[in-house]
């Protein structure tokens, strides 16, 4: 058995790693907290570091994260394999592309360090507004909550997007594990190798636009077609958790570190489950071991694929005793009746309850946490069984 390397890194230093390794085209426009996995991806190109496929990535900086999403866009319909780095503003300039992108069906992946948008005040620091703001634009979104699983999941979330068709935003918080320097085990170039599906990358570079070969792409379309036309992707959205938890079995068997879409930890008989995504989870599970170790029936829901999001799969993971839920947002949605999460959560219980799939339904309340890096501590999410909210 081989002897796994252990390194010490940030979380932008371990997904700017993978992320290189796996693609052929960075472009790129820094912005924090993002901005090292740019500056990393500009320095290996410029000192002549080649990927998996014994080439050396090109790194563009354009004029903006517009230019950047135009960019990336082109190359991509070159049958390139293309990613970038971005969070807040940034994030929001590349929405018109993301659309296209997603609509082509295109494999691609967008490192997003998860920070505030603009609203009242300018931020520079952590929460999900900025993810949240795109999320009908097609794209997949799958959260990372240390700086282990950021590295983990920039390669499962390549791996996946190959054979799903699906772009997605690989998403991790801002300054929480961006910044946080952490021993992981690394991923060696070898399992890159392996969870890299040849064929599927194969079928990417078939489908780039090429005179020899004419394709009708990028029409204007009336209402007799584009609605039947854009009801078409929903068999790829349908099979995309699937995928990506076979992604994640395949990862687990090459590194023995086992990860699901919906990941619940806590008492087998928990009767209050919280649900939550990325670096909040890691406070709540440390939190609930310490409660149920005093005889406590608590469980966290840890929410890795938001996007699409699996009524199936959160089902699966709920344990049949649970009374009640309390869904953390890291957002906040004015005018909503709800946050983002929260509602997806609200559905499909919903509907499982009302197809019979589960017996009882639990109440089921909402709350906000840790907008623009506001601290969340244990005190916070004990606060929330102890007042009968979950």
């Not at 620091?125 to 959260?143: E, N, P, Q």
Request: with cysteine.
């Amino acid at each position: 058995m081989k002897t796994k390397k252990h390194i010490t890194v940030c979380g932008n230093t371990a997904v700017a790693r993978i992320a290189y390794k796996t693609n052929e085209v960075c472009a790129i426009y820094p912005i924090t907290p993002s901005s090292k996995m740019s500056e990393l991806v500009e320095q290996w190109s410029a000192t002549k570091q080649e990927n998996i496929f014994d080439t050396i990535p090109s790194v563009f900086e354009m004029q903006s994260e517009a230019g950047v999403a135009g960019a990336m866009h082109g190359a991509l319909q070159t049958g390139t394999l293309s990613t970038t780095f971005t969070a807040s503003q940034g994030l929001l300039l590349m929405l018109p592309n993301m659309y296209k992108i997603a609509g082509e069906l295109t494999p691609n992946v967008i490192h997003v360090a998860t920070r505030s948008i603009s609203t009242h005040a300018l931020s520079v620091f952590g929460d999900h507004s900025d993810i949240m703001a795109v999320r009908s634009s097609g794209y997949a979104m799958l959260g990372s909550a240390s700086v282990q699983e950021a590295q983990d999941f920039a390669l499962i979330s390549q791996a996946a997007t190959l054979q799903s068709r699906i772009p997605f935003i690989h998403f991790f918080d801002g300054f929480r594990t961006s910044h946080e320097t952490s021993k992981i085990e690394e991923i060696s170039d070898s399992i890159i190798n392996e969870m890299m599906d040849f064929e599927c990358i194969q079928n990417h570079r078939n489908r780039a636009l090429n005179p020899n070969n004419p394709v009708i792409r990028g029409t204007a379309q009336g209402a007799e077609v584009f609605f039947q036309s854009r009801e078409a992707v929903n068999p790829y959205y349908n099979s995309c958790p699937d995928i990506v938890q076979n992604k994640m079995d395949a990862f687990a068997e090459l590194t023995g570190r086992h990860y699901k879409i919906f990941d619940y930890v806590g008492a087998k008989n928990a009767e209050y489950i919280i649900i939550s995504m990325a670096s909040s989870t890691e406070t709540v599970e440390e939190t609930i071991n310490y409660l149920n170790a005093n005889g406590e029936k608590y469980g966290l829901i840890k929410v890795r694929l938001f996007r699409p999001f699996s009524k199936k799969h959160i089902i699966k993971a709920l344990p049949e005793t649970v009374k009640s839920i309390a869904v953390l947002d890291r957002t906040k949605e004015p005018g909503a009746t709800g946050e983002p999460l929260y509602l997806d959560v609200v559905q499909s219980i919903f509907e499982a309850f009302q197809n019979k799939e589960i017996s009882i339904f639990p109440k089921i309340v909402g709350g906000r946490y840790g907008l623009s890096s506001k601290e969340f501590t244990p005190n916070m999410v004990v606060a929330f069984p102890k007042n009968r909210t979950v």
